[in-house]
């Protein structure tokens, strides 16, 4: 069974940018897709942005053009650019994959933006 692992996220100002990253080293089969996820403080968690193992995107509504979604698929292996961050950004991003026996979330990056 595999695991994803992401990272990247921290303490940034209005305006500034991140790169979210998230891999699964275990796992022997190439992922459909990778997903990320956001949970701002007291919200349910939603989708950001997604993307296929043939590198087709889909982003929500939301993101306006500052996210973007890549992925190497052949380490199944996704990353989340945020530019531009402003402070409804604030929350856990989490990266997730469909695998046969359901799907597999990773622990979350906190990504915080405040002055």
């Known amino acids: 069974q595999g695991q994803l692992v992401e990272s990247g996220g921290g303490l940034v100002q209005p305006g500034g940018s991140l790169r979210l990253s998230c891999t699964d080293s275990?796992?022997?089969?190439?992922?459909?897709?990778m997903a990320w996820y956001r949970q701002a403080p007291g919200k349910q968690r939603d989708l950001v942005a997604k993307?296929?193992?043939?590198?087709?995107?889909e982003y929500a509504d939301h993101v306006e053009g500052r996210f973007t979604i890549s992925r190497d698929g052949a380490k199944n292996t996704a990353f989340l650019q945020i530019d531009n961050l402003q402070p409804e950004d604030t929350g856990v991003y989490y990266c997730?994959?469909?695998?046969?026996?359901?799907?597999?979330w990773g622990q979350g990056t906190q990504v915080t933006v405040s002055s």
């Open positions: 997730n994959a469909p695998t046969p026996w359901g799907p597999q």
């Open positions: 275990r796992t022997r089969f190439v992922f459909d897709y």
């Open positions: 993307i296929t193992s043939h590198g087709r995107t």
